[in-house]
């Protein structure tokens, strides 16, 4: 059995992400774990097509440091004070980031929504955590925020 001392936690910020932070809230007060909190900021690279001269960085560093505060009130608003934590606000690929964090930060397991529910827009989950759950190079617990 692994031992569970440290959890990450996706976040796209939505009440159905506050959910799954609740859980791990939850787990993490049973195994006396941690849990480190990510937000990814998908990188434009990503996009691939050619797009006029604009200040791209900037907007991208402007979508950071606009996570970044959404983060700490997400954090300030939604986490027990007395499990220990961690944030943090990446820029890449979702899934890859989410995956290359856990590992950089020895976290011993995932946790993340599934799926949205019905009538609302699909965010983080779907696709998303099919791909983290494929790549991590620790276990998955992907859970139905919606129920």
């Known amino acids: 059995m692994i031992d569970i001392k440290k ?7 939505s009440d ?11 787990v993490a007060g049973k195994f006396g774990a941690a849990i480190e909190v990510v937000f990814v900021v ?15 960085e900037k907007l991208e560093k402007d979508l ?3 996570a970044k505060r959404k983060m ?6 939604n986490m027990a004070k007395d499990v220990p934590h961690a944030s943090a606000v990446l820029n890449g690929n979702i899934p890859k980031e989410i995956v290359r964090h856990a590992e950089t930060q020895g976290c011993d397991l995932i946790m993340i929504g599934t799926q ?17 759950i494929k790549t991590a190079n620790c276990p998955v617990l992907s859970m139905n925020p919606c129920i």
Do not use: W
Request: aromatic share 8%.
């Open 116 to 132: 949205t529910c019905k009538g609302v827009e699909k965010t983080l989950f779907g696709s998303v955590t099919d791909r983290v």
């Open 72 to 77: 700490t009130e997400f954090i300030d608003e």
């Open 7 to 13: 959890i990450l936690v996706p976040t796209d910020f």
């Open 64 to 66: 950071i440091d606009r």
């Open 16 to 26: 159905h992400s506050n959910k799954v932070l609740q859980a791990a809230i939850m």
């Open 42 to 56: 998908e990188s434009l690279d990503a996009y691939g097509f050619a797009v006029p001269h604009l200040p791209l």
